[in-house]
């Protein structure tokens, strides 16, 4: 599990394709957060009820529908205080209208933060292709 992690983090570093790969001048004081998910959870209640249990549990979210879908890490709260914009950002980037997620099947997840150093994982050999 631990090599999956590390091959997961470098592919994610170096061959994502939304994103220019890393610098290895970039790397000399790099840390890395990896986000260990627990399992989705549908939630059951009303929108109210799901904007009212983001204000107070600030999970990690998940929606799906419409042909598209989208998830946010519990850290996206940092940036998007409000549970109502958090659902707008999500749905646009699910690519969606910006009140869509209410159609949509909502799940949320809570994460464990595990912080390496670069170091930790830089000598694990691997391929691009796996």
């Given at each position: 599990m631990e090599i999956d992690v590390a091959k997961n983090a470098i592919n994610a570093a170096f061959f994502d394709p939304r994103f220019p790969p890393l610098q290895k001048h970039e790397t000399e004081n790099?840390?890395?957060?990896?986000?260990?998910?627990?399992?989705?959870e549908e939630f059951e209640g009303d929108n109210k009820e799901f904007l009212e249990f983001l204000e107070e549990k600030r999970p990690g979210v998940y929606?799906?529908?419409?042909?598209?879908?989208?998830?946010?890490?519990?850290?996206?709260?940092?940036?998007?205080?409000?549970?109502?914009d958090f659902m707008k950002h999500l749905s646009l980037?699910?690519?969606?209208?910006?009140?869509?997620?209410?159609?949509c099947r909502k799940y949320y997840y809570f994460v464990d933060d595990v912080e390496k150093k670069w170091n930790d994982i830089k000598e694990i050999r691997f391929s691009p292709k796996l």
């Amino acid at each position: 599990m631990e090599i999956d992690v590390a091959k997961n983090a470098i592919n994610a570093a170096f061959f994502d394709p939304r994103f220019p790969p890393l610098q290895k001048h970039e790397t000399e004081n790099l840390s890395i957060e990896i986000s260990v998910l627990s399992p989705l959870e549908e939630f059951e209640g009303d929108n109210k009820e799901f904007l009212e249990f983001l204000e107070e549990k600030r999970p990690g979210v998940y929606i799906k529908c419409l042909g598209g879908s989208a998830t946010f890490l519990p850290q996206v709260w940092e940036q998007i205080q409000d549970p109502s914009d958090f659902m707008k950002h999500l749905s646009l980037k699910a690519g969606l209208l910006p009140d869509e997620w209410k159609k949509c099947r909502k799940y949320y997840y809570f994460v464990d933060d595990v912080e390496k150093k670069w170091n930790d994982i830089k000598e694990i050999r691997f391929s691009p292709k796996l």
